[in-house]
Nanobody
Framework: QLQLVESGGGLVQPGESLRLSCATS????????MSWYRQAPGKEREQVAT????????TYADSVKGRFTISRDNAKSMLYLQMNVLTPDDTAVYYC?????????WGQGTQVTVSS
């Protein structure tokens, strides 16, 4: 059974950092690109970052470039998102994502709230 379990969210002040983690199981993690998405209240879910199978290729939404870093540990089947210099606009539920056989799979999400 495929599982994606996010953790690491919380309440932080503007300018602070958080590191999100996604524990995966039920598929061969090392052969799939992985992504982080987020959804803010009243907004559509948006793709934040994507990483290729080896970790060498990464892409980011313009809004997070230079502040967020996506990474992976294939030996542990883990996905990470290091988020620095957080702003209130980063407040959202963050989701781990994998596309398998044309189907999107999501975790339950982890809430990130940036507020003073």
């Amino acid at each position: 059974q495929l599982q994606l379990v996010e953790s690491g969210g919380g309440l932080v002040q503007p300018g602070e950092s958080l590191r999100l983690s996604c524990a995966t199981s039920g598929f061969i993690f090392g052969i799939k690109s992985m992504s982080w998405y987020r959804q803010a209240p009243g907004k559509e879910r948006e793709q934040v970052a994507t990483i290729g199978v080896t970790g060498r290729v990464t892409t980011y939404a313009d809004s997070v470039k230079g502040r967020f870093t996506i990474s992976r540990d294939n030996a542990k089947s883990m996905l990470y998102l290091q988020m620095n210099v957080l702003t209130p606009d980063d407040t959202a539920v963050y989701y781990c994502n994998v596309l398998l056989s044309g189907n999107n799979y999501w975790g339950q999400g982890t809430q990130v709230t940036v507020s003073s």
